[in-house]
Each structure stands twice: as structure tokens, then as C-alpha cells.
């Protein structure tokens, strides 16, 4: 096929699933809402949700404007005469900053309307998915997935046509940089904004609701009890969603700008620019399919359901690009690494599986220690945060070396080979979100089933198919860590290929003082983003907390129950401090960079992305598999054992659990799209770094 | 000056500051003892200390003995043909290896027989400064840091005499590698080990004595209390010292072997390998002169004392290597390295005091947030100790580029620069070392005045002294980490040395996949080292903890305070449980570089080193300095602050320091010594890596 065919083949099936998610959206919309009682609460989570969304808008399209202005403004400034003494060869033209700021305002702009898509679904589903279980475990499951489903295909769909669409109008994929970049920026904000929102709220409803007030978990007479449900959606429906569109994006991006090294002197140079969106359409495809088997059977496992899902896709994505390189005559090693891609992604699935399941040694010993008070359950568990980062590091190196040499030894660049293997792994991306969205879904439904008094039977129901929501989770998160950390490597390798087509070719030499400089200062990057956020959580839950006291104390027949709480103040004030926090870990995520590259040069600016990339996959997976081991000791108590709810076991594994959010919801998934922003600033702004750098003069 | 005369001025010196050590250690064991109920309690210590150095050195033994053997092996393997045909140029000859086998032993046995003089005086000069602050402040400040001296006069004594004596005999200094790699495997005993012993005694002590059987501090009644007590000598008296012993031999030892590559050329080609000894010598000489300002006047600060000690010596000697380089008209950018890195060093030193002083913000705000419950006091020290690591590694890159470019500017090479920068922060050594074994020897005068009640004045002068060691203990540590940091990176680019040597030139692009498969692979060990010794220290508290309710509930008399505990039996749990717990790290240090550099090649393996110089800086840092942020947070508390002793704010406060504990006493500072042991490794074998690499194979 013509390389334009090609690209109208993504299209259409960028269409396809665009329109798929639109109709799961109505079928979704249409299901029964239940009674008075249910949709008051609802109404409520869909209010929160809706303030915080504006508020979201509204930022992004002040941050866009700006750094969209920016961005032409800076691109002019290659017409400067310094810049042109230095006669890059492939400097840009004006007119590209403006296709490159355009791009930006669109790549935020599909972001935005596929997480819009899945929220304002996700917060209708989750009542209906409540009083589907009224009916069976069955119905509400697939409402609950279904909808989660909305999500993944509208992000999949609105990232495949807007960089086909760039790419068929400009033919440079350095362009869609600033399609990407766009995408970062909302992941930004919705990602760490999201993080933070959640987990003040979470943090702060339960220090005052269940431990100075008494009252349980998901009670109305808590005033921060919808902004904690809110705080689920906004987590892990928008963030996520944004944070894994924002991967999707910069994977296909990295491995077509390496794509025009590998195609410049063969027959058809655009071919291996053209091909990661060929594996993207066709991992649609295979997500097409594999949603039909995300199927509860009478009396079956909703966990196993969605994993099974999740591997069936896997199994069709790998049949269906066999088939296509083979039926193309297209080259094996780009087959082997997107494969080799896949299947170890998978591996590392189950490996952090292992530090996070119950039924494991690492949870039950980190809640055995429980016994021995809190500081002993926070060291236990860092411990073994620490130590699960061996496995999937092992994979991840794995995974690099078999998709370089692979690709090499068919001839090709073998960067390219690990570009192809983070697109191959994202290429299912639609099953993993709808997996993932699935569960704040049912967590959902569960507090709205809690809260208007289903009955224990519709509460018990949803409770199943939450806990079956965290199973799914180890393995999607696995897997989402594991192609993050091959984007950015791909993107790290981008970086060097526009140098290189700007006649730079980059000399990232440990030796050299300038990359090793670059690279501690980037190493400290991400520790410290984290530090940041994790900060603002603590900062804004003692803004929450303050607010729930002084509504119980103005209001003393809010916990008689006589009185209604005001929700939306604890809201708006999760919502601003989310946002309003942002402002200096977006200054590292962008203006670092930046100071780095004119102050040592682009060497150094290499050194200072793999230095982040180095700390920052370290700690994205310490923290998620801390989180998540501190979140299951406790449950393992919770469940009866090492005596039970409300035992000194059980306070210290609750401190525990509760360090454990920032680092799993907060810190520890931000640390990627803080990459991913860096890595495409750098690309972005390579020329004009590359003519004003101070090192210019130094060398 | 010939080479020869400048090696007899730093073996002469080397002589005169051992003989120095050994008349203090005369003189403080001359001091008075006093009365019998004090002599019994430092009798148990004293019983303690000689039952945990009797394990430690016989395991060093065995140590020592196999690993010996094991080097001398390796290195005839280089006479096996396959070796031969690789015609590596500067391939070893088998007397070389029984040369570097011996160099080895001699390395552990000086640093081995410094830290038996220090840890013996110690645990005498203990009660001695007791019994001295009956009759005032001053006398007793000046057993305790002569006490401390002895340490450190002894440390820099045999380290040199071993060096120079070696290359006297050899003039080759990679067989000095040997030697370090000797000091090496003592630190890694004696400080991780040191560290796992001293943390499992505190916190063991402190959950039964001060939790359970609400006994005070320090208790004569406590079954741990002299494992507690004798773990402060163990751990920052003998791991201290023999930790800064190896980094003192490890950046002279770096910088010699980037010594051979500057003076290849020269007139003088030894010059610049004498060099650094001759730093070193210098250093020794400030150091005599700077301990006599030591001192405390009448109503003087014992902490305003130590601290102008060491910025004295650091003036001295600054002055005379500026007056050696000026009159021997040697190369001026090597003066400039030498002073860059040890203004910068102290500059660290008060940025490290920002981050951990009850008197600024971030110990503040630890403080403050306690009020909020332990996981808030948790997280907010994670994110204060993880910010702190900025103003360090700022420091340690401007240090880097300093050192490096001024060097260059003079036109020799700059990584020589960075190696002799390091040699210059680490030849005040002496002066660092005595001030910081002041600290756990008037730390344990306070428990022995307690326990042997002298009464409320010496009890109140004893802790006028510990936090005098507690003050200068921020910029020392600054100190030390900034000068192990620079070390790593010297010892990092003598191993490309040695491979130039070798005639193979080390090519460490980051864009080569074994490079980065190297770094992220390097980058893991460091954490995955630190998490490993935090759970040998919950593991081993678990059992103690066991151990002191078992002897409580066998003799109801200790509490009445009828009964003596069996203190040996504490003793014996944590020295044991200490030493055994090693057997994986240390496979880490040094079996994982081998597997490394034989699976990946000898590029990758210089990745390696760099990944774990890349995070282990980050993760020392934010240890050490988490630890001592949530120290004095607890401190801050105690002092009457946000409710003080006993309220809830500081039971939240004891969480923080508890999990505190083994971040900064056992896995933040042992992993320098971590990076030391596999920098060596690497370059002890790089001749039989290069030759027998299965890299070799896939090129």
C-alpha cells in the first residue's frame, strides 16, 4: 500500500473507535439510573466533577495559549543572525512554529476530549453500574466496562487521527513533537493535578471522618466524602487516561522520528516513519476483538475476565502484526521487538503481580511486621518497594537489548527496534485504560451503593467487582510502567536523531564532564518532582482537614445526619490547591531543560534526559509497588488476620496505607509524564539550544 | 624533590602520625576511671565491643583469606590462552596477582588495626570523659576528642605508609587497587555491618524498654541497653572510621592510576602519580597543626570548637598546597582543582546543616506536621529528604567542572583534575574522623553517667557535649559525602584508565544499548543494596525484641532492678544477626559487576559503575539527611514544642526517627562503600573481564 493509504487506513480506524466509544457512551447512558436517593448522590459526584473539570479547562487552555505562543515565538527565533551563523542544517522555518504550535493546542485539544469522553461518562456509570448490580454480578460488570471501555477507545482514536492527520499535511514528524508535547502538558495537569486532588481528599477524609469523627468510610455525613469520590475519577479516570494517551502519543512520535534515519536511504523512506501508526491501527484492531471477550460468565471471575481480556488482545495484536510483516514482506526484526516488546511487558505484569498480591510473601510480611508498630511497617514496605524495581529494571534491560540487536540483525537501526517495541506495547493501549477505568467505576458504585442504602447484597456485588478492579490493575500497571520506560528511552533516542538531522550528531560519552554533569543534575529531577507533589498533598489535606472541623463545628447536626455537609467546598479546595501546586513542578518540567541545554550544550542536555530516565523509572516503580504493598498489607489484615479491623496490627498498617497514596497515586505515575515533557522540550527546542548554548563559547 | 624523597616524606609522616595516635591513646587511657559502679557499666561495653570485634575480624579473616586466594587465582587466569589471545597490551603477569593479593591483605589489616586502636580507646576514653566532666566541661571534651583523634591519626597514618610502601616496591599503582579493595571489604564489614548492629540494639531497646516496659533511656534494667550503647562505638566509631579510611585509599589510589596517563609524556612521568601521596602528606601536616585549635575555652562551645577545627585545617591546608605548588612551580590548575573541591565541600557541609537543623524550616515543618498523625510526619521527611539532595548535587557538578576544566585550562587532563580534587577534600581526613568519633564517645559517657549516677551536673555537661557532636556532625557528613562522591567518580574514570592501559579505550556512549543496559542495571544496586540492610535490621530488631521479652519474663527481678540482665546474650543476637545478613550485599558489590562485565562487556560494565554512582549519590544523600531531618524533628518536639514529650504530635515524631534510624546509621552511608567495592572490582578485573566478555563474542 501507498504510504497514503496507510495513513487513511489509521484514520478510518482512528474513526471507527472514536465512533465505538461515542455509541458504549449512549448504550452506557441509556442504562436504568435508579432511584431518587441514588441519583442525589450521584448528582452530587457529577457536580464535584464537573467544577473540577472547568477548572482543569481552564488552566490548559491558559498554559496552552501561552506556551503555544511561546513556542512560534522561539521557532522565529531560528531566523535570528546568531542562529543562522551557526548554519544548523536542518533549522526550521517560521512557518513550522506555527504548524508545531498548532499541533500543540491539537494534541492537548484530543487529550482533552477523550478524558472529557471517559469522565463524564465514568461518573453516570458509576450509579448505573450500582443499580445494575441490583440485577446480577453480570450486568454491572459490563456497564462498569463498558464504560471504562469509552475511554480507551476515544483516546485511541483522537491520538491515530490527529498525528495521521499531521503527518498527512506536513510530512514531518518533528512536528508532532508539538502534537505530543500538547498531550504532556494535559497529562501534566490532569496526571500530578489529579494525584494531588485525589489524594488530599482521600488523606483528609479519612483523618477526620474515620479516625477524630468515627464514622465510616463512604459516609455522607463527611463533607469530603464526594471529593474523595470525585478524587477517584479524577485520578484515575482523567489522570490515567491522559497520562497513558500522553505515552501512546510519545511512543509513536519517537519511533517515527527514528523511522526517517532508518527509511532515508531505501526505496521507500517514508515506510518505517509511517509504520508505528500502522501497528497502532492494528492494535486497534486487536482491542476491537479482545473487548468481545471481557465476558463474565454466570458465577464467574470479573478479575479473571479482565486479564483474560488483556491477554486474548495481546495474542491478537502479535497474530495480526506477524501476519502483516510477513504478508507485507516487511522486515522480521521490527516483528521480534514488537514482540519481544509484548511478551516481556506481560512477564513484568506479573512480576509486580508478586509484590503486591496478598498472597504473597512481601504483603503478608510487611503486615506480619504490622505487629511491631508503624515505623517497622514503613521501613518493611520501602524495603521491599525497593527491591521490586529488580525485576522489571531485569526486563526492561532485556526488552531494550533483544528489540536493538533484533532489529540490527535484520539490518536496521536498532534504536528503532526499541521505538517499535514501546509502540507495540502500547498498541493495546485501548483494553489496559478500559481495564484501568473499569475500576474507580465500581469503587464508585460501591461508596453510591454504600451511601443510599442498596442493601448488603447490591454493596456485597459491587465490593466483588472492586476488589476484582485492584487484581487487574498489578498487570496493567505493569504493563503501563514498562512501555512508559521504553518510550522514554525511544524519546531519549529521538533526541539524538534531530541533532543528528540537524548535523549535531549527539556525543553522549560518560566521560566527558559536561554528560556526566548533565546526568546527576537530571538523575535529581525526578526525586525531586516527586518530593514536590507529595509535599502539596500533605499541604492541601491540611487545608481539607481544617475545612471538615470547622463544617462540624458550625454545623453541629451535619453528623446527626440532620444537616447536609457543603461537598462543594471541599471540592473547590482540592481543586485549586491540585492546581494551583503545579506551578513549580511544571517549571522543572519545562524551564530545567531548558537552563541545562544553554548553560552546557546539548551533550549535556543527553546526559541530563538519560539521568532522569535512570532515577525516574526507579522511582515511578518503587513507589507504585510501595503503594500498592502497603495498600494490600492492610487489606490482608482487614481480612482477619494478625488480629483483624481496628487491632495495633491494623493502626500500623493503616499508616502505612496511607503513605503509601501519594507514592502510588500521586508521586509515583507523575515521574513518566515529567519525562516525557522534558524529553519532548529538549527535541522540541534542540536548534535553538543547539545555536544558543553557553558551551558554544566553552568548547 | 626525587620521587623516592617524596615517598619517604609521606612514609615519615605517615610514621609520625601513627606514633601521634598512639601517644593520645597512651594519654587518655592515663586519665581517671573513677569509681567501681562506672567501671562495671563500661566493663559491659567495653566485654560488648571485644565480643562484636572478635566476630568482626574473624570474619574478615575468612574474608580476606578466600577473596586473596581468589585474586591471585584470577589473575594467573590471564596466562590462559584464550586471555593470551586477545594480546590485551598491559596484561597482568602472575606475580603481579600474588603482588595484589598481598596489597589486599595488607589494605583490610591497616584499616583493620586503625579502627582496633579507635574502637578500644573508645570504649575507655567512654568513662574517662565521665569522670573528667565532674570536674568541668573542658577536661572532658578534651579526653573525648583525643579519644577521637587517635582514630583518625591512626586511619591516615597506616593508609599512607601501606600506599607508599607498596609503590616503592611495585611503582605500579593498580597493584595499590588491591589495597583498596582490602579497605573496602573491611568498610563493607564493619560499616554496613556496623550499621545493622548499632540500628537493631536502638530500636529494639526502644520498643520493649521505652514502649512496653516504659522504662527510661539508657536503663541499666534493659537487657539491650549495652548492645545499644556498644552499637554506637560499632557502628560510627569503627564503620565510620573504616568507611572514610577506604574513601581516603580509594580517591588516592584513583588518582594515582590517572596519574600514569598525565605524566606518560613528561620529564617527570611519576610526578603526577606521587602527587596525590604527596597531597596526602600535606594534609597530615594541616592536620597536626589544625587539632591543637581545638579547643574549649573557659564557658566555651565544645560545637563552635570542632567546627573551627576543621575549617582551620582546611585553611592550613590550603595555604601550604598553595605554597608546594608555587615553590615546586608545579601545574596550577591541579592547585585550583584542590581548592575548588574543598571550599565546595564545606559549602555542602552547611547546605546538608540547612536541611537537618532544628532551627530552619524543614525540621520545622516535620515538626508542625506531626501534629497530623505519623504518615504526615513520614511523608514530609521523605519529601524534605529527598529536596535536600539539590544543593548537593549542584555542588558536586560545579566541583566536577571545576576541578576538570581548570585542570584542562593548564593543559593537563581534566579527569586528573577530578581525581586530585577529591584527594584534596579527603586529605583533612584526620581532623573530620577525630571530630566525628568524638560524638558516639561522649554520647556514651551521657549513658554511662546516667546509668552509674554522677548525678545531674555531668549528666547535663555529658549532653552539652553530644549535641555539640550532633552540630558538627552535619558538616563532617557534608563533608563525607561530598568527598565520597567525588571519589566514586575519580575511581570511575581510573577504570577507563586501566582499559586504556589495556590498550582497549572504554566507549561509554549512552546511546549504545549495553551502555544504557549497563547504567539502568548499575542504577538499580544501589537501592535494591539499602533495602536489603533495612530488612537485615527489622529482621534482626524482630529477634532481639524476642530476646529482651523472653529474659523479662524469665527474670522478673531485672525489672525490679534485683536481677541482672544477660546483656552478652543482646550482644551476641545483634553482632551475629549483623555479620550474616551481609552474605547477599556483598555477593551485590562484587559478584554482580563480575556477571556484568562478563555477560555485557567491558563498556557496559563502565555504565554500570556510572548507574550506580548515579543513584547511590541520591540515595546516600537523601538518607542520611531524611534521618537526620526526622531526628531533630523529634528533638524539636521534645523540646517543648507542639505539645512536647508524650503528647501525640511526638509519639508521631518517635515513628519518624524510628524509620530514620536505618536510613541514616546503616543504608544511607554504607552505600558509598557499595560503589567503592564494584569501582574496584571492575578495575582489579578488567584485564580478565576485557579478555574472557561474552560482548566480545556478539561484536
Redesign the interface.
Given at each position: 500500500m501507498s504510504i497514503d493509504m496507510w495513513l487513511f487506513f489509521a484514520i478510518g480506524l482512528g474513526v471507527v473507535s472514536l465512533g465505538f466509544a461515542l455509541y458504549l457512551y449512549a448504550w452506557v447512558n441509556r442504562q436504568d439510573a435508579g432511584g431518587a436517593r441514588g441519583q442525589q448522590i450521584a448528582g452530587y459526584i457529577q457536580d464535584g466533577a464537573r467544577a473540577y473539570l472547568a477548572k482543569l479547562y481552564g488552566t490548559l487552555a491558559v498554559l496552552v495559549v501561552v506556551l503555544g505562543v511561546l513556542i512560534a515565538l522561539i521557532f522565529s527565533l531560528d531566523m535570528l543572525e546568531s542562529v543562522k551563523a551557526h548554519q544548523l542544517v536542518g533549522c526550521k522555518k517560521p512557518l513550522e512554529g506555527v504548524w508545531t504550535a498548532l499541533a500543540f493546542v491539537a494534541g492537548s485539544a484530543c487529550s482533552g476530549l477523550a478524558g472529557y469522553l471517559g469522565m463524564s461518562i465514568a461518573v453516570r456509570a458509576n450509579l448505573r453500574a450500582a443499580v445494575a448490580a441490583k440485577v446480577g454480578l453480570n450486568p454491572a460488570f459490563k456497564v462498569a466496562f463498558y464504560a471504562g471501555a469509552v475511554l480507551g477507545m476515544a483516546m485511541v482514536g483522537t491520538a491515530v487521527i490527529g498525528i495521521s492527520v499531521i503527518y498527512l499535511f506536513t510530512r514531518d514528524p518533528e512536528i508532532i513533537l508539538g502534537f505530543s508535547l500538547g498531550a504532556s502538558a494535559m497529562a501534566l495537569l490532569a496526571k500530578a493535578g489529579g494525584g494531588i486532588f485525589t489524594k488530599t481528599a482521600d488523606?483528609a477524609a479519612d483523618?477526620v471522618g474515620k479516625?477524630e469523627a468515627g464514622i465510616p468510610e463512604d459516609d455522607p455525613r463527611n463533607p469530603a466524602v464526594i471529593a474523595d469520590n470525585v478524587g477517584d475519577n479524577v485520578g484515575d479516570v482523567a489522570g490515567m487516561g491522559a497520562d497513558i494517551f500522553d505515552s501512546y502519543v510519545a511512543s509513536a512520535v519517537a519511533a517515527m522520528i527514528l523511522g526517517v534515519g532508518v527509511g532515508r536511504d531505501t526505496a521507500n523512506p517514508e515506510f518505517y516513519v509511517v509504520f508505528p501508526l500502522v501497528l497502532c491501527a492494528v492494535g486497534m484492531l486487536a482491542s476491537f476483538i479482545g473487548i468481545q471477550f471481557v465476558r463474565v460468565g454466570k458465577n464467574g471471575k470479573p478479575g479473571a475476565a479482565l486479564n483474560s481480556g488483556t491477554v486474548i488482545t495481546c495474542v491478537i495484536f502479535g497474530v495480526l502484526a506477524t501476519l502483516l510483516v510477513l504478508a507485507g514482506g516487511y522486515n522480521l526484526g521490527v516483528l521480534i521487538a514488537t514482540i519481544s516488546g509484548l511478551v516481556i511487558a506481560v512477564l513484568i505484569g506479573f512480576c509486580t503481580d508478586y509484590f503486591t498480591n496478598d498472597e504473597r510473601r512481601p504483603v503478608q510480611q510487611v503486615a506480619a511486621?504490622s505487629k511491631?508498630?508503624?515505623?517497622?511497617t514503613?521501613?518493611?514496605g520501602?524495603?521491599?518497594?525497593?527491591?521490586s524495581?529488580?525485576p522489571s529494571?531485569?526486563g526492561?534491560?532485556i526488552a531494550?537489548?533483544v528489540s536493538?540487536?533484533s532489529a540490527e540483525a535484520f539490518g536496521i537501526s536498532?534504536?528503532y527496534g526499541?521505538g517499535i517495541a514501546a509502540v507495540g506495547m502500547l498498541s493495546i493501549t485501548s483494553v489496559i485504560v478500559s481495564a484501568d477505568a473499569y475500576g474507580p467505576i465500581v469503587d464508585n458504585a460501591k461508596g453510591i451503593a454504600e451511601m443510599s442504602n442498596m442493601g448488603h447484597e447490591v454493596v456485597e456485588r459491587c465490593d466483588t467487582l472492586d476488589s476484582a478492579g485492584n487484581t487487574a490493575k498489578a498487570i496493567t500497571k505493569g504493563f503501563a510502567i514498562s512501555a512508559a520506560a521504553l518510550t522514554v528511552?525511544a524519546l531519549?533516542?529521538a533526541y539524538?536523531e534531530v541533532l543528528q538531522g540537524l548535523g549535531l550528531p549527539?556525543?553522549?560519552?560518560?566521560?566527558s564532564?559536561?554528560?556526566?554533569?548533565g546526568?546527576?543534575?537530571g538523575?535529581?529531577c525526578p526525586?525531586?518532582f516527586?518530593?514536590?507533589l507529595?509535599?502539596a498533598?500533605?499541604k492541601n489535606?491540611?487545608l481539607m482537614?481544617e475545612e471538615i472541623r470547622a463544617q462540624f463545628r458550625a454545623k453541629p447536626g451535619i453528623l446527626k445526619g440532620t444537616e447536609i455537609p457543603d461537598y462543594a467546598r471541599c471540592v473547590s479546595i482540592a481543586s485549586a490547591g491540585a492546581l494551583s501546586s503545579l506551578a513549580l513542578p511544571a517549571v522543572i518540567a519545562v524551564i530545567i531543560p531548558l537552563a541545562v541545554g544553554l548553560l552546557l550544550g546539548t551533550d549535556a542536555l543527553?546526559?541530563f534526559l538519560?539521568?532522569s530516565i535512570?532515577?525516574g523509572?526507579?522511582f515511578a516503580m518503587?513507589m507504585s509497588n510501595a503503594g500498592g504493598l502497603w495498600d494490600n498489607g492492610k487489606k490482608f489484615i482487614e481480612a482477619g488476620h494478625h488480629g483483624g479491623p481496628g487491632s495495633d496490627a491494623h493502626k500500623a498498617a493503616?499508616?502505612g496505607d496511607?503513605?503509601g497514596d501519594?507514592f502510588k497515586d500521586t508521586a509515583g505515575p507523575s515521574i513518566n509524564t515529567l519525562i516525557t515533557v522534558m524529553s519532548l522540550v529538549s527535541s522540541l527546542f534542540a536548534p535553538v539550544i543547539a545555536a544558543l548554548s553557553l558551551a558554544n563559547f566553552?568548547k
Open positions: 488523606i483523618l479516625v511486621m511491631s508498630g508503624s515505623a517497622i514503613i521501613i518493611t520501602l524495603s521491599y518497594g525497593l527491591i524495581v529488580v529494571m531485569i526492561i534491560v531494550t537489548l536493538y540487536f536498532g534504536i526499541i528511552l531519549f533516542a539524538g549527539l556525543k553522549m560519552d560518560l566521560q564532564p559536561l554528560v556526566l554533569g546526568v546527576l543534575l538523575a535529581t526525586p525531586v516527586s518530593a514536590l507529595m509535599l498533598v500533605t489535606a491540611f482537614i543527553g546526559g538519560g539521568g535512570f532515577t523509572v526507579i518503587f493503616v499508616v496511607t503513605v501519594p566553552i
